[in-house]
């Protein structure tokens, strides 16, 4: 039962670099989610998609796109990355009508 | 403006002693209201809701939630406190698009 899995754990990289955040849930969830935990700062909704094809930004979008490949997967882009983008990033899934959110056990990604 | 507070970054309890962890919030309309907890290394999981009905919630491990819409806050308690509750505790309120706002959290020590 994997539930929500993301990959990769971890990177470093580079201001400038790109890379991809996978995340697949095996749960049959159309709502899926990319959130980033900053310290003191709680989670802040990057973007976000309600249903297989749709996708909406969250409340802090920039310097980030979304890909939901299919039902099962939601992936993040970094184009550029930025210091600032240096955080644990979280994708999240929910069922139609319930209001529980099932987390991946994030990627700790460090932009230098 | 809709938000959440954690008003304590930390709680110390001694094992064995009732443990009380903060949450007040700010939103229109009717509250949906969450406890989530982190383990280190960890995705976040859903602890207990409150939507309507009874000010006391019932979670997992022994937790629950008081309701007091006079005081607009839900307080998440556990009448005696394990060593293994040692974790990041978030609370999250629904907003009016259906998004979840979180509060920077709250580490819980339990001591032996």
């Known amino acids: 039962n994997a539930g929500v899995t993301q990959t990769p754990k971890f990177q470093v990289l580079k201001t400038g670099q790109s890379m991809t955040l996978q995340c697949a849930q095996d749960m049959n969830h159309n709502s899926m989610y990319w959130y980033r935990q900053d310290p003191g700062m709680g989670l802040r909704l990057i973007y976000y998609s309600a249903s297989e094809g749709t996708t909406d930004k969250g409340e802090v979008p920039n310097g980030y796109n979304v890909s939901r490949l299919n039902k099962r997967e939601f992936s993040l882009r970094l184009e550029s990355a930025a210091p600032s983008q240096t955080s644990v990033y979280f994708c999240a899934s929910r069922g139609d009508r319930k209001e529980k959110l099932f987390f991946g056990s994030g990627t700790q990604l460090s932009v230098l | 403006a809709q938000s959440v507070a954690q008003p304590e970054d930390q709680v110390n309890v001694a094992e064995g002693n009732p443990l009380t962890v903060k949450c007040t919030y700010s939103?229109?309309?009717?509250?949906?209201l969450f406890w989530y907890v982190q383990y280190p290394n960890r995705g976040l999981q859903f602890l207990l809701k409150?939507?309507?009905?009874d000010n006391l919630v019932k979670g997992s491990y022994g937790f629950e939630a008081e309701f007091n819409k006079s005081q607009t806050s839900f307080h998440l308690k556990k009448p005696s406190a394990l060593v293994s509750d040692s974790a990041l505790y978030f609370c999250a309120v629904r907003d009016s698009n259906y998004q979840l706002i979180w509060g920077a959290g709250t580490k819980l020590i339990i001591k032996p």
């Open positions: 409150y939507i309507t009905g």
């Open positions: 939103v229109s309309g009717n509250p949906y």
